[in-house]
């Protein structure tokens, strides 16, 4: 699927679901699902700018609150299983060896505050919270790092992503939802971008780790 189309079934799928589908899908990607929470946030975001079919605070709400659940789900299954859990079926959701690597990297660097940073992160956001648990971070330092995250991010990027689409919409007065596909196209490109970065992160973590 080419990113238009990806975009056109994304639009169509909050039209139809509404924010619950927000809510679920950042939920199971916290949780350490590949899918694209990030991105059906910003799009709702954009579509409630362009149209009265959303609520702005209700998206940011829906957002929030899969986040935190979804990490609260991941923070309890790493702690609970592990890194022998991960190392044996993290494959399946693309946490391989690699990235099991950088995430005990960055808690060995940067400790608890990767569970706040890392829901800004694309590589990080669906793997921090399973990292968390798997590396014993205490689990009241965890909701901390992990409410004031997920609330920040989905405040930044549903209100940002709102206000942008607003001053298009005043200026243009016809932001389609072809348009709206653009945007989000763009955004799904530039986490392509970001996710190279893996590659550096994995450097630094082969030469950073005291046990390498």
Request: hydrophobic share 55%.
């Amino acid at each position: 699927m080419d990113l238009a189309s990806f975009s056109s079934s994304l639009i169509r799928l909050i039209q139809v679901h509404r924010p619950w589908i927000i809510s679920v899908v950042v939920a199971l990607e916290s949780a350490g699902v590949p899918l694209p929470g990030e991105t059906i946030l910003v799009a709702a975001a954009l579509l409630a700018a362009a149209t009265n079919q959303l609520d702005i605070a209700v998206v940011v709400a829906a957002a929030a609150a899969g986040a935190i659940v979804g990490d609260g789900i991941g923070y309890t299954v790493g702690r609970r299983f592990g890194m022998p859990l991960l190392r044996k079926y993290g494959r399946y959701i693309r946490l391989d060896e690699n990235r099991l690597l950088i995430g005990r990297y960055l808690f060995f660097r940067y400790g608890n505050v990767v569970v706040f940073f890392g829901r800004f992160i694309a590589v990080l956001r669906m793997f921090a919270a399973l990292l968390a648990g798997a590396n014993n971070m205490p689990a009241g330092r965890f909701f901390f790092f992990n409410v004031t995250g997920g609330i920040c991010w989905a405040c930044l990027f549903g209100f940002g992503a709102h206000a942008v689409g607003t001053e298009i919409y005043k200026i243009s007065e016809t932001l389609s939802l072809v348009s709206l596909g653009l945007f989000i196209a763009a955004g799904s490109a530039l986490s392509i971008i970001i996710r190279r970065y893996e590659i550096v992160l994995l450097r630094q973590a082969e030469r950073g780790l005291p046990d390498r």
